[in-house]
């Protein structure tokens, strides 16, 4: 009688303690900012019909879905810092524990650039290029620490990854058409540009950075292996990631910076 009794009491606290667990569980409100390489242009499977094409292969979506998290995508295709400020970030409060971001790129003229860079040979390549690199580094980074602080205004708790932008091109690589190796170059300088004044205003904004270039080396466009698309169709998602680009750089570049964070 006093075994079944202890075994009783065993299972009544054990199971007490299991839904102790669950009510005292945290779950971790996440928000996603940011442009077409957050939201996931390029990847396919679009949950909406929306034109900011978020994606259910977007880094976001895969570590809302490995975490549990209470995600609220807001991140759109097209979005320059002006948009995240005025359409994005209305989703933050102090109750938000974690924030990713890529944007920038729209504000240098992603899309321009490479219209230019087709179009115009080596030489209006690398007037582009120098165009968007002057505007990276005079005007961006004002626009960065616009964008940053109102992150940081509203969700003043949170952890705050900014995800950097890939390599386009493998130079010397297998591509027999398109831009030339030297306009490719042109094109990874201008993602470097990038990247270094990102890092910078992330830094002194107290967020973290994620560079994802080492993750797409050797698998950028021309590597035989590509995570990015090409020129494609539809047009707004070339030179973006693919779904593996999205599972196989993006997302394990963010989980690593979540596992430096202890998040």
């Known amino acids: 009688m006093l075994r079944t009794l202890a075994v009783a009491a065993v299972a009544a606290l054990t199971a007490i303690g299991l839904n102790w667990g669950i009510a005292g569980a945290d779950t ?21 019909s929306s034109s900011c094409k978020r994606s259910s292969n977007a880094y976001p979506e895969l570590y809302a879905r490995r975490t549990s998290a209470s995600l609220d995508f807001r991140a759109c295709s097209g979005a320059k810092t002006s948009d995240v400020v005025a359409k994005q970030v209305g989703a933050l409060s102090p109750g938000t524990d974690l924030v990713t971001i890529s944007v920038g790129g729209n504000d240098a003229g992603f899309a321009s650039v490479m219209q230019d860079c087709i179009l115009g040979g080596d030489s209006g390549c690398r007037t582009a290029i120098d165009n968007a690199k002057a505007f990276v580094a005079g005007t961006l980074p004002g626009l960065l620490d616009k964008t940053y602080g109102e992150i940081r205004s ?14 386009f091109y493998k130079i010397g690589g297998s591509c027999s058409v398109g831009l030339s190796d030297t306009s490719r170059g042109y094109v990874n300088s201008g ?5 270094s004044v990102i890092e910078k205003e992330a830094s002194e904004a107290g967020f973290a950075f994620v560079d994802v270039r080492p993750a797409f080396t050797g698998h950028e466009i021309c590597s035989g292996a590509s995570w990015l698309h090409s020129l494609t169709y539809p047009v707004d998602e070339s030179y973006h990631p693919t779904a593996t680009g999205q599972a196989q750089g993006y997302y394990p570049a963010l989980v690593a910076a979540m596992r430096d964070l202890r998040v």
Not at 32 to 42: F, K, N, Q
Not at 191 to 195: E, G, S
């Open 28 to 48: 971790l409100d996440y928000v996603a900012l940011g442009d077409s390489y957050s939201s996931g242009v390029g990847a396919g499977s679009y949950l909406d």
């Open 154 to 167: 509203r969700a003043p708790e949170a952890k705050v990854v900014v995800l950097g932008y890939p390599h």
């Open 191 to 195: 993602a470097d540009a990038l990247d």
